[in-house]
């Protein structure tokens, strides 16, 4: 039987999530991805590379702690760092500090994370709305009948 099935329920939620978990996996990655290399003049790009790869997860904490509205916006800030990472991965490319198949894997795990980040928001928007026209169907919902 699968493991990941059989685990009760996190105290904090976003560990539940597989794009957390996708996100702390990415963070590993680039981690060793720059590991290999002597970044001695090119230490800013990979400080600035690990910080952003970390702040899609840590937005992704963060995020899941407030209303679905902000949890949206922080999703969304994921998405930044996602874009924030695909730049560095780049860059680090360019200057031969990663090799092209390390290339393709960032590209490849950012894109996914990229979707199912989409699809996380999609569906918590849905959820919103669908909330919201509940309460224009049956307003008698949130009535306050103390007249």
Not at 33 to 50: I, K, S
Not at 91 to 119: C, F, P, V, W, Y
Not at 130 to 140: K, L
Request: hydrophobic share 35%.
């Amino acid at each position: 039987m699968n493991q990941q099935n059989t685990k009760p329920p996190t105290f904090f939620r976003f560990e539940d999530l597989r794009i957390y978990h996708k996100a702390l996996d990415y963070v590993l990655w680039v981690k060793a991805a720059l590991n290999d290399y002597v970044l001695l003049e090119n230490a800013g790009l990979a400080q600035g590379f690990n910080k952003s790869a970390q702040e899609i997860a840590l937005n992704i904490a963060e995020g899941s702690a407030r209303n679905k509205a902000q949890f949206v916006s922080h999703l969304k800030q994921s998405k930044s760092a996602i874009r924030a990472c695909l730049v560095y991965t780049s860059l680090l490319h360019r200057e031969n500090i990663i090799s092209d198949k390390a290339e393709d894997e960032s590209r490849n795990q950012l894109m996914e994370m990229t979707k199912m980040l989409g699809a996380l928001i999609t569906s918590l928007q849905k959820n919103t709305h669908q909330e919201e026209a509940e309460e224009d169907v049956y307003p008698s919902k949130n009535f306050n009948n103390n007249y």
